[in-house]
């Protein structure tokens, strides 16, 4: 499903990780709170492709 793996920044590492121990601290577990931010930078890296018209055809969902 998702042959891209988007490259992050440091900058982009840190607000992850606060995103996780944020979703951590409202009583959601450590490995869902991961799948959730993972998706969400997923998410974020397709659109802005799409956008960009990177996109194959074959990645789209």
Known sequence: MY??????????????AERIHDLMSKGISSGEAI?????????ADMK???AA????ADEEE
């Open 35 to 43: 799948m959730i931010v993972a998706n969400e930078i997923r998410e």
């Open 3 to 16: 042959n891209h793996t988007p490259t992050l920044t440091h900058a982009e590492q840190q607000e992850a």
């Open 48 to 50: 802005r492709r799409q």
């Open 53 to 56: 018209g990177e996109l194959a």
